[in-house]
């Protein structure tokens, strides 16, 4: 395939997703309603029990990451959703389109959504609780907001894996799966107050080390040394596995027939 | 490859194709028990069976959509499980039921597909303005596909079909649930595609009628195996179920069954339908016979069996 097939098969998807986003009647909840909900609520909470503004800042982080995690994750997992939901998955596997262009074409949606809710909720958290997540600088800002991205794309793609396998039995991964990524990831605490086993767990997951660099920056000691290379490099490896889970989750559904009932 | 390999738009030899079904207790359903079949290119192929014969996992094999267990199948003289992606771009498909996303409108449909196959900037437009006008889809443009009709998505599914000017098309049942208008429009089209495009036209139908006036070869297919296939013509003779002589007769005689050539007799409608073996021959001597007994022929109308009759025969 030529580069600009490769392209132009991504940006089938992006037009798509986008398209498909805009018609959702969820859409402004999930792009303004909950996000701000999220930060509102999570911003009069630490009002309420008196914290630092360090402190403030970091259950603040956590609120940002979740939102935008959430949000762009739930645009990878579309798709492969928006083909199950609508029972078109056969005429989109017949097509000349492999699962690179489903998935980095829905990511490029999730982070255009991500950044206008990075954006929005930066704006609400400077305003209302005298919180800047460019104090620490673009540079940082950016490389936080990018560990989102990355660990929504992990996710996402996983999502997609097993909805391939299972069918529309496993569309609750699509919300639920993220979650348990957030909490285990010291979402808003630091991962050594978690007990030992769970901390394993969170050492094992790349927004741990994103959410850790960020929050250097207000004041609270990095718990891991080089967080944001180890954070990298955890990313790459779950990228490229979550990516080959996919093929083989569809490579298996062509064998069993699943492609073909998720159209029926 | 040899120059009759390439003749042929699909070669497909003893194609096996079992699915299995749930965790404790494995359920497995034979699909396809060593299917072979050859389509020549421009032609237009009938596949035609019962419920649950193998006709769509045949076609979703060919159509890089399956895999299958066994056999071999190249289609355009690529194979369908080691180059599918060469081959994808060079077929297409459209099914009877059709489904494409909700909220996408008609012109939005088409154009993603076309991307998907290449198309950009003015090409892109050009394209999906001709199949939209191709398929009078013009006034619906703009309408999301939840809200077309029957018809309507039909025509957008072929639309979609044609995205990418294949060399193949598969049509899965592609008159289902439409209006006769709308069927026989549909139709015509097919043949048109194949007499101003040589497109190679692969179609399941249940609609004998359909694949009378379409096919220039049928394949019946039953339990997984292909059963019989040629011309309509020559399955009708190959079955061997004769030719109908329907009458209208004052009385009715008791004998018309025993006559020599007269394999079955049986009334409807006021008619009584006798399948000789040979009409030419029987016709004459059934005349002279009724004459004799003093039987008078009110109406009398020679046909040849319906391919339903044969379907029927073969799905038995």
Known sequence: MSLRAELLAAWAVVVRNALMGMRNVFFFFELLFWPIVGVLSIGLMTRFLGLTPEQAAFVLVGTLALSVINVCQLEVAYAMLLDVWSKSVKHQFMAPIGVRHLTVGAWLVGMLRGLVIFVLLSALGAWAFDFHVLAPGLGAAAVFLFGCFLTSWIVGVAVCALITLFGSRAEAFAWASVNLVLVLAGIYYPVSVLPPSVAVLARAIPLTYFLDAYRAHFGFPAEFPAPIATGLAMSAVYAVLAHWAFRAAVERARRTGLLLKMSE | ?316
């Open chain 2, 1 to 316: 490859m040899s120059p009759a390999a390439v003749a042929l738009a699909i070669d497909a030899h003893e194609v096996t194709k079992t699915f299995r079904s749930g965790w404790l207790r494995r359920r497995e359903t034979a699909a396809l028990r060593g299917v072979s079949l050859t389509v020549e290119r421009g032609a237009i192929f009938g596949l035609l069976g019962p419920n649950g014969a193998g006709k769509t996992t045949l076609l979703s094999i060919l159509a890089t959509l399956l895999v299958p267990d066994g056999g071999v199948a190249r289609v355009l003289g690529l194979d369908v499980v080691r180059d599918t992606s060469a081959l994808r771009r060079r077929l297409n498909m459209a099914s009877g039921r059709p489904s494409f996303l909700w909220s996408l409108r008609v012109e939005e449909i088409v154009a993603f597909y076309a991307r998907l196959y290449g198309l950009s900037g003015a090409r892109l437009r050009r394209r999906v303005d001709a199949l939209i006008e191709q398929y009078e889809l013009g006034p619906h443009r703009r309408v999301p596909y939840s809200e077309l009709s029957t018809g309507l998505k039909q025509r957008v599914a072929l639309a979609k079909a044609l995205v990418n000017d294949p060399e193949l098309l598969f049509l899965d049942e592609p008159t289902l649930g439409l209006d006769p208008d709308v069927s026989v429009r549909v139709r015509r089209h097919i043949a048109e595609l194949r007499r101003e495009h040589g497109m190679t036209i692969v179609l399941t139908t249940h609609y004998m009628r359909e694949a009378d006036e379409l096919c220039d070869e049928i394949g019946f297919i039953k339990s997984g195996r292909i059963l019989a296939r040629g011309t309509p013509d020559a399955l009708k003779r190959q079955i061997g179920l004769g030719d109908v002589v329907a009458l209208k007769l004052e009385p009715r005689p008791a004998w018309l069954g025993e006559v020599p050539g007269v394999l079955r007799c049986a009334e409807a409608d006021g008619w009584i339908e006798c399948t000789v073996d040979d009409a030419d021959k029987r016709v004459p001597e059934l005349l002279r016979a009724l004459l004799a007994d003093g039987v008078e022929i009110r109406n009398l109308q020679v046909r040849e069996p319906e391919l339903e009759e044969v379907f029927v025969e073969l799905a038995r």
